[in-house]
Nanobody, 121 residues
Framework: QVQLVESGGGMVQTGGSLRLSCAASGRTFNGYRMAWFRRAPGKDREFAAGINWSDGRTNYADSVKGRFTISRDNAKNTVYLQMNSLKPEDTAVYYC??????????????WGQGTQVTVSS
């Protein structure tokens, strides 16, 4: 069982920055896909950024590309989301997720509990 714990959320002014952290359990995450999703009030959860643990390849939603950067620290089993130039529309609960290659039939098998990000205008 993989466990994910997010931290780093808070309130920031428009144009400011925050860094979210996702601490993941396990000895190795080779083969895993890690991602950040977000859910704004009254909206469905949406994909924000993803990273392959093994090779570090990343992809981003158009809404955050150029402003957000996802990365991982292999030694700490931690995934980060650096968020710059924040906008009010970035306000959401942000979730860390992990897609295991060992579980067939679904994506993003493990989820964190979420951390609130609020961007004031």
């Amino acid at each position: 069982q993989v466990q994910l714990v997010e931290s780093g959320g808070g309130m920031v002014q428009t144009g400011g920055s925050l860094r979210l952290s996702c601490a993941a359990s396990g000895r190795t995450f080779n083969g895993y896909r890690m991602a950040w999703f977000r859910r704004a009030p009254g909206k469905d959860r949406e994909f924000a950024a993803g990273i392959n643990w093994s090779d570090g390849r990343t992809n981003y939603a158009d809404s955050v590309k150029g402003r957000f950067t996802i990365s991982r620290d292999n030694a700490k089993n931690t995934v980060y989301l650096q968020m710059n130039s924040l906008k009010p529309e970035d306000t959401a609960v942000y979730y860390c997720a992990a897609d295991s290659p060992l579980i067939i039939g679904r994506e993003y098998d493990f989820w964190g509990q979420g951390t609130q990000v609020t961007v004031s205008s």
